[in-house]
């Protein structure tokens, strides 16, 4: 299986502190705050013993991380990631990038032994045991099996049944004597192992992973919040090694691959996107993997303000081509930030509205409480004419009479339907795969999507989203362009596109190119909001209005959870305010 390589030479521990840390002279040095959670946490304090403190300094223990400390240029941080796991960010010296290393509750022990010898039993004594539940909890189940088996000589309470609750079959079991971090040590593989991912699982925890990728032999890399990219200690020193890894973590996810369909790709528990190809005839650098962690409360329109991916004015756009029904597709090139962004701009949607999201991997959250989520049909089957696809889905949604229906991504056969959708009448958000509003139209009109270029202008709003280098040298989002396709001219073969937004690279600041010139804004939307004739540049007052609502309620109020912005909205818009 995977080893954990570290990026120095491991020191020698002098105890376990199975007696307290109070005459531990490493700990007497720590910090409050990290002899705090050493003491909580014994085996942060024994992997301190390994690390070479005085070459590498004392590392910063912080609770929580801000985005200041991306800059650091030689960070020594660590932080809880949870599950009584904690991740160290070590500058490298030797590498471009800096080293994530987990601190698992099992990091100084050797319990290989120990699982072995507890798993022989469990095998052993499977007829004696009761029978597994599939529908039950199984983590409760699996702890409450290696309490049956594994023991430490101190007596525990007898469990009180619920109501209506079997009775557990009492069998005589010899239990394997262990001490009690090494009972607490198994029990914590065991989930990680046969419930969780394995060496992965400290990385899914972690809330500030997005991306887990294993490119072939060797390290495990992910995409940190903060610190960006970052090289994990998990490394597959073997080609043998990461195929039997692939292949259970294939198993695991209920998603076998074998050399004849070597490519798979699902959802894990927590809703975080998996990608797996396996075997060496199509990888040549080994089986490999990548992980789109889920983030379980979505980024919100005011997280992006603090990201500076936009600003006021650009949302008070949104809100109104968004609010008043209009189509918009998000575009740009992969990992540009175009799901977060239509997924936190679904606040701006009447609170009553209905919605159908259609994906082929389920990443679209909506606040909305009348939301229907579909999803294509994934499972490998004989027969897959029968399988449900993205365009059965839309073109059902055709018929349930809603307000707004959102595709995850258009890439196929599915983005005519969108456009016919448009066509008679209904919103259609999605997200697209293209650089420039031209290059979206050039995909769009040509094979397999084929829309009629006479349709194109049903097509209101292109926001375009980039991973940009800032004026600083460091790495962003940036919604880099706000475009409004007015319309196609047959004869000339062209299209009429205004700019309404731009971003300058210069300075990392946003234009409203279209301010006094918006074609959507002045023809379309002024005349739903009653703004007619000559009233109809009062709308530009409403863009600033709507602007200064948005940054009192983020600034002055400390508004940012994407739920709680959809109920002050939807407040707002009950009392005629937004």
Same mark, same amino acid.
């Given at each position: 299986?995977?080893?954990?390589?570290?990026?120095?030479?491991? %020191?020698?521990?002098?105890?376990?502190?199975?007696?307290?840390?109070?005459?531990?002279?490493?700990?007497?040095?720590?910090?409050?705050?990290?002899?705090?959670?050493?003491?909580?946490?014994? +085996?942060?304090?024994?992997?301190?013993?390994?690390?070479?403190?005085?070459?590498? %300094?004392?590392?910063?223990?912080?609770?929580?991380?801000?985005?200041?400390?991306?800059?650091?240029?030689?960070?020594? !941080? @660590?932080?809880?990631?949870?599950? &009584?796991?904690?991740?160290?960010?070590?500058?490298?010296?030797?590498?471009?990038?800096?080293?994530?290393?987990?601190?698992?509750?099992?990091?100084?022990?050797?319990?290989?032994?120990?699982?072995?010898?507890?798993?022989?039993?469990?095998?052993?004594?499977?007829?004696?045991?009761?029978?597994?539940?599939?529908?039950?909890?199984?983590?409760?189940?699996?702890?409450?099996?290696?309490? $049956?088996?594994?023991?430490?000589?101190?007596?525990?309470?007898?469990?009180?049944?619920?109501?209506?609750?079997?009775?557990?079959?009492?069998?005589?079991?010899?239990?394997?004597?262990?001490?009690?971090?090494?009972?607490? &040590?198994?029990?914590?593989? *065991?989930? $990680?192992?046969?419930?969780?991912?394995?060496?992965?699982?400290?990385?899914?925890?972690?809330?500030?992973?997005?991306?887990?990728?294993?490119?072939?032999?060797? +390290?495990?890399?992910?995409? +940190?919040?903060?610190?960006?990219?970052?090289?994990?200690?998990?490394?597959?020193?073997?080609?043998?090694?990461?195929?039997? *890894?692939?292949? $259970?973590?294939?198993?695991?996810?209920?998603?076998?691959?074998?050399?004849?369909?070597?490519?798979?790709?699902?959802?894990?528990?927590?809703?975080?996107?998996?990608? @797996?190809?396996? &075997?060496?005839?199509?990888?040549?650098?080994?089986?490999?993997?990548?992980?789109?962690?889920?983030?379980?409360?979505?980024? #919100?329109? *005011?997280?992006?303000?603090?990201?500076?991916?936009?600003?006021?004015?650009?949302?008070?756009?949104?809100?109104?081509?968004?609010?008043?029904?209009?189509?918009?597709?998000?575009?740009?090139?992969?990992?540009?930030?175009?799901?977060?962004?239509?997924?936190?701009?679904?606040? *701006?949607?009447?609170?009553?509205?209905?919605?159908?999201?259609?994906?082929?991997?389920?990443?679209?959250?909506?606040?909305?409480?009348?939301?229907?989520?579909?999803?294509?049909?994934?499972?490998?089957?004989?027969?897959?004419?029968?399988?449900?696809?993205?365009?059965?889905?839309?073109?059902?949604?055709? $018929?349930?009479?809603?307000?707004?229906?959102?595709?995850?991504?258009?890439?196929?056969?599915?983005?005519?339907?969108?456009?016919?959708?448009?066509?008679?009448?209904?919103?259609?958000?999605?997200?697209?795969?293209?650089?420039?509003?031209?290059?979206?139209?050039?995909?769009?009109?040509?094979?397999? @999507?084929?829309?009629?270029?006479?349709?194109?202008?049903?097509?209101?709003?292109?926001?375009?989203?980039?991973?940009?280098?800032?004026?600083? %040298?460091? #790495?962003?989002?940036?919604?880099?362009?706000?475009?409004?396709?007015?319309?196609?001219?047959?004869?000339?073969?062209?299209?009429?596109?205004?700019?309404?937004?731009?971003?300058?690279?210069?300075?990392?600041?946003?234009?409203?190119?279209? !301010?006094?010139?918006? !074609?959507?804004?002045?023809?379309?939307?002024?005349?739903?909001?009653?703004?007619?004739?000559?009233?109809?540049?009062?709308?530009?007052?409403?863009?600033?209005?709507?602007?200064?609502?948005?940054?009192?309620?983020?600034?002055?109020? &400390?508004?940012?959870?994407? !739920?709680?912005?959809?109920?002050?909205?939807?407040?707002?818009?009950?009392?005629?305010?937004?």
């Amino acid at each position: 299986m995977s080893q954990t390589h570290l990026p120095f030479a491991p %020191g020698a521990t002098t105890d376990n502190h199975e007696n307290g840390v109070n005459n531990c002279e490493l700990f007497k040095k720590l910090p409050p705050e990290l002899q705090k959670q050493c003491e909580a946490n014994l +085996h942060l304090l024994e992997y301190l013993h390994i690390v070479p403190i005085d070459e590498v %300094g004392m590392p910063e223990f912080h609770a929580e991380l801000n985005r200041k400390m991306g800059e650091s240029k030689a960070p020594n !941080y @660590i932080y809880p990631a949870g599950e &009584g796991i904690f991740i160290h960010i070590l500058h490298d010296p030797k590498d471009n990038r800096h080293t994530y290393i987990p601190i698992e509750p099992t990091f100084t022990q050797d319990l290989s032994e120990i699982m072995a010898h507890v798993e022989s039993r469990c095998i052993e004594m499977s007829e004696d045991l009761d029978d597994f539940d599939p529908e039950g909890d199984r983590k409760i189940q699996l702890l409450e099996y290696i309490d $049956r088996i594994a023991a430490t000589g101190v007596k525990t309470p007898p469990v009180k049944l619920e109501k209506g609750e079997k009775k557990k079959k009492i069998v005589n079991i010899q239990q394997i004597k262990v001490k009690p971090r090494e009972l607490s &040590g198994v029990k914590y593989l *065991f989930l $990680r192992d046969k419930l969780g991912l394995g060496m992965l699982q400290p990385l899914i925890v972690d809330p500030y992973i997005e991306d887990i990728s294993c490119s072939g032999m060797g +390290h495990v890399f992910v995409e +940190h919040k903060i610190f960006k990219s970052l090289k994990s200690t998990i490394v597959f020193t073997t080609l043998e090694e990461l195929d039997e *890894f692939v292949l $259970r973590l294939a198993e695991q996810i209920k998603k076998p691959v074998t050399y004849k369909e070597p490519i798979a790709d699902a959802t894990l528990p927590d809703g975080s996107r998996i990608n @797996i190809v396996y &075997g060496r005839d199509v990888s040549k650098r080994g089986s490999n993997f990548t992980i789109r962690k889920f983030n379980e409360t979505p980024v #919100s329109i *005011f997280n992006l303000i603090d990201f500076g991916s936009l600003n006021y004015q650009m949302l008070a756009y949104l809100s109104l081509t968004v609010g008043n029904g209009m189509n918009l597709f998000v575009s740009g090139e992969t990992a540009s930030g175009k799901t977060t962004l239509l997924n936190a701009i679904t606040t *701006f949607i009447h609170p009553l509205a209905k919605i159908i999201t259609i994906e082929d991997t389920p990443e679209l959250q909506v606040p909305h409480k009348n939301w229907i989520r579909e999803v294509v049909q994934t499972t490998k089957t004989d027969d897959t004419s029968n399988a449900v696809t993205m365009f059965d889905l839309l073109k059902a949604a055709l $018929r349930q009479r809603p307000n707004e229906i959102m595709v995850g991504e258009i890439r196929g056969a599915e983005g005519n339907i969108a456009f016919q959708a448009m066509q008679t009448g209904h919103s259609v958000m999605a997200t697209f795969h293209a650089a420039t509003t031209e290059k979206l139209i050039q995909r769009i009109t040509n094979n397999p @999507i084929s829309v009629p270029k006479t349709y194109i202008d049903n097509l209101n709003v292109v926001v375009l989203t980039s991973s940009v280098k800032l004026p600083n %040298g460091k #790495s962003a989002r940036r919604v880099i362009g706000i475009n409004e396709i007015v319309s196609y001219d047959s004869a000339t073969e062209s299209y009429n596109i205004v700019q309404a937004f731009n971003w300058d690279e210069s300075t990392d600041t946003f234009h409203f190119t279209g !301010y006094m010139s918006s !074609y959507l804004l002045e023809s379309r939307i002024a005349a739903k909001m009653g703004l007619a004739g000559r009233q109809k540049r009062r709308i530009y007052d409403e863009i600033e209005r709507r602007a200064k609502i948005l940054q009192k309620l983020h600034k002055e109020q &400390g508004i940012t959870d994407f !739920y709680e912005i959809l109920e002050v909205l939807g407040k707002a818009q009950k009392e005629g305010l937004f």
